[in-house]
């Protein structure tokens, strides 16, 4: 999720062998560092598909543009291979070139590349799931960052992003959003360090939106936020950021998330243990009535 949306044994069961991965980003589900970009794979050969059926139905890139709502330098950029187009873009780009679906069946895997490698099978597995639960120590969760904070995130890491980079960072981190209104909605629940939230990343004009869109976020039907206080005498998760995912199946994994080191469990028996982890720590932690008020009181402050 804010993000991300992070072992020993993780093998992930549709996706491949046993894996691990490196670079993760701190605090903000692994997703923003660097990875998979622009440039890449998949991104080069859509956008020489793109170009194809552009050429094929007569346009030039200025037309096209105006077409679909994008600048010629954007139409460019995608056809090049340079900037990963969003979703609704490639929708518009099959009808309006009469593609037959040839660009269509594209956009699935397009959209992973706006992921690193490491955080593509993570994004997969959330973006179906029906419950997930995050635990962040870092940094506000990626599910719940506004695009001021996410962008704020992605300019601070180090090594430094391409300014493109970050755009497609925050691009993808906003997609994941749409979580929330999928239907069905899925369960989602969040533990937050209370560091996390007291830490003005970005300056206190883009932390005092950080922290209302927190309390929408809390606020709807199928989300529940908690907060674990710092002067919390017991803590069930000291080894750090993770992520609980169930899917359609009733399969559950874990995304547990560490410097260079970024895993996903299968295994039963790890997962259990992340399972116990964290539901001892939603009774350490705030209740989600109590959170909210302490989030608003937060908000007073700055």
Not at 19 to 30: C, H, I, L, S, Y
Not at 127 to 148: I, N, R, S, W
Not at 165 to 177: H, P
């Amino acid at each position: 999720m804010s993000e991300p949306m992070g072992e020993t044994g993780d093998v992930t069961p549709e996706f491949g062998e046993q894996r691990q991965e490196p670079e993760t980003e701190a605090g903000a589900d692994t997703d923003t560092g660097a990875g998979a970009e622009a440039g890449s794979g998949i991104v080069r050969v859509f956008g020489r598909q793109l170009k194809r059926c552009r050429v094929r139905a007569g346009l030039e890139r200025p037309e096209f543009g105006a077409m679909v709502g994008y600048s010629a330098s954007t139409i460019a950029a995608f056809e090049q291979g340079r900037r990963i187009p969003p979703p609704r873009f490639i929708d518009q780009a099959d009808e309006v070139l009469d593609a037959g679906g040839v660009l269509l069946e594209m956009k699935d895997e397009v959209a992973k590349a706006q992921y690193p490698p490491f955080f593509q099978d993570a994004a997969q597995l959330e973006a179906k799931a029906v419950e997930l639960h995050v635990y962040a120590t870092k940094a506000v969760p990626g599910l719940l960052q506004t695009a001021d904070y996410a962008r704020a995130v992605c300019t601070m890491w180090r090594p430094l992003l391409s300014e493109e980079i970050i755009e497609q960072r925050v691009t993808g981190r906003l997609a994941r959003q749409e979580i929330f209104s999928r239907a069905p909605l899925p369960t989602i629940s969040f533990v937050i360090e209370e560091s996390v939230l007291r830490r003005p990343l970005g300056g206190l004009s883009v932390m005092r939106g950080q922290l209302e869109q927190v309390m929408l976020c809390g606020l709807r039907r199928n989300v529940e936020i908690q907060v674990v206080p710092n002067a919390l005498e017991e803590h069930a998760a000291l080894e750090g950021p993770f992520t609980l995912i169930e899917n359609r199946d009733g399969r559950r994994f874990a995304y547990v998330e560490g410097y260079k080191d970024s895993r996903m469990f299968s295994e039963r028996k790890y997962v259990r243990e992340i399972e116990d982890q964290y539901g001892i720590l939603r009774a350490q932690a705030l209740s989600p009535r109590a959170s909210l008020n302490f989030v608003e009181k937060l908000l007073g402050e700055l």
